[in-house]
Antibody, heavy 122, light 107 residues
């Protein structure tokens, strides 16, 4: 069974940094694109970043570009999100998810981890 | 960026009702449209991919249709366990945007 477990969330002051981790099990981690998706409290879902299997292709949402860095370590079956220059509007639950092709060549976020809460506040 | 507009933002219906949620995109995305269900306090779960393909284990009362810019998620006979927020999401191009969500409540 596939399991994704996020960690590293917490309370941080505006302008601070935080590094999130996502440990994957039950899959051949190096076979999959991976993603971070976030959800502000009581709000909708926002895609944050994607990374290709070997890390050679990376994409970011404009809202985090230049401040967040997605990376992965296949030897550790782990995905990371380094978040710098954090703002109040970055407050959210951060989910890691596998981004994979399903029916008819369409990509879908599946499955998702349980998420880790990041709170940016003074 | 492709904008996603879901409607309604919330609805209240009775058990057994037919429920329809729509998602409109700002440009044509063929069938690159997914639907997710998120129950309170839970993780989003994919229901339908490629506009109309039911994910494994999803009850057959859920169905999806549409292509281009207009898509629909239908629950043919609403059940108590369907109380949740439903999101559409496009996989046509980066950034992979989500709709704002439709909260479905049971009367």
């Amino acid at each position: 069974e596939v399991e994704l477990v996020e960690s590293g969330g917490g309370l941080v002051q505006p302008g601070g940094s935080l590094r999130l981790s996502c440990a994957a099990s039950g899959i051949t981690f190096s076979n999959y694109w991976m993603s971070w998706v976030r959800q502000a409290p009581g709000k909708g879902l926002e895609w944050v970043a994607n990374i290709k299997q070997d890390g050679s292709d990376i994409y970011y949402a404009d809202s985090v570009k230049g401040r967040f860095t997605i990376s992965r370590d296949s030897a550790k079956n782990s995905l990371y999100l380094q978040m710098n220059s954090l703002r109040a509007e970055d407050t959210a639950v951060y989910y890691c998810a596998i981004f994979q092709i399903v029916a008819n060549g369409v990509w879908v976020f599946d499955p998702w981890g349980q998420g880790t809460l990041v709170t940016v506040s003074s | 960026d492709i904008q996603m507009t879901q409607s309604p933002s919330s609805l209240s219906a009775s058990v057994g009702d037919r429920v329809t949620i729509t998602c409109r995109t700002s440009q044509s995305i063929s069938i690159y449209l997914n639907w997710y269900q998120q129950k309170p306090g839970k993780v989003p779960k994919p229901l339908i991919s490629a506009a109309s393909s039911l994910q494994s284990g999803v009850p057959s009362r859920f169905s999806g249709s549409g292509s281009g810019t207009d898509f629909t998620l239908t629950i043919s006979s609403l059940q108590p366990e369907d109380s949740a927020t439903y999101f559409c999401q496009q996989s046509y191009s980066n950034p992979y945007t989500f709709g704002q969500g439709t909260k479905v409540e049971i009367k």
